[in-house]
């Protein structure tokens, strides 16, 4: 008995490769976004400075409340940064192509091995972790804020914890975590 034909699919026509051509191309209209997103990770790097150096003169007299709210305010700015960093370079290798670095050039661990779950993963993470140095900030002015400013900040991590714990669960019930 003869061997039955292996199926081919049938050859898209010429309209058709060109409108795929077209959509996968278009994935490089993201690289402009992400080379904007290095000029707002230069202004956090800016804005880091500038409170560093007016902190520095007055840190002598500074209140210890005070010194908490100025390192808050330091450590946010750093975990946007952050931010802003993962999205640029997961985002650029998710979406657009892959980085290849230069010989010698060491690639940090988690690069090339997130893929779209476990950035969402990480950006709730640090969205939190941005939403927690508020809430701290908050708390510690607690006497300058209104309670229902006080109430929503906290509602607000909640609901930041709780949606970061829904998409780990989501994540893993889909079987990638």
């Given at each position: 008995?003869p061997?039955?034909?292996?199926k081919?699919e049938?050859k898209?026509?010429?309209l058709?490769r060109?409108?795929?051509?077209?959509?996968?191309?278009?994935?490089?209209?993201?690289?402009?976004?992400?080379?904007?997103?290095l000029?707002l990770l230069?202004?956090?790097?800016?804005?880091?400075?500038?409170?560093?150096?007016?902190?520095a003169?007055e840190?002598?007299t500074?209140?210890?409340t005070k010194?908490i709210?100025t390192?808050?305010?330091?450590i946010?700015?750093?975990?946007t940064a952050n931010?802003?960093v993962?999205?640029?370079l997961?985002?650029y290798e998710?979406?657009?192509?892959?980085?290849?670095l230069?010989?010698?050039?060491?690639?940090?661990?988690?690069m090339g091995?997130?893929?779209f779950?476990?950035?969402k993963?990480?950006l709730?993470?640090?969205?939190?972790?941005?939403?927690?140095?508020?809430?701290?900030r908050?708390?510690?002015e607690?006497r300058?804020?209104?309670d229902?400013v006080?109430m929503f900040?906290?509602?607000?991590?909640i609901?930041?914890v709780v949606?970061?714990?829904?998409?780990?669960?989501?994540?893993?019930i889909?079987?990638?975590?």
């Open positions: 008995m061997e039955p034909e292996p081919t049938p898209p026509n010429q058709v060109i409108v795929e051509a077209l959509l996968f191309g278009g994935r490089w209209l993201l690289a402009p976004l992400y080379l904007a997103m000029v230069a202004l956090l790097v800016v804005r880091f400075v500038i409170e560093l150096i007016h902190a003169p840190l002598p500074m209140t210890e010194v709210m390192t808050l305010s330091l946010d700015l750093s975990l931010l802003v993962l999205v640029i997961t985002g998710n979406f657009v192509a892959r980085i290849v230069a010989a010698g050039d060491r690639r940090p661990e988690w091995n997130i893929d779950g476990g950035l993963l990480k709730m993470g640090s969205i939190t972790a941005i939403a927690a140095v508020h809430v701290l908050v708390f510690l607690i300058d804020e209104p229902r006080v900040q906290g509602g607000l991590m609901a930041f949606t970061g714990l829904l998409l780990a669960l989501t994540d893993r889909a079987g990638h975590g």
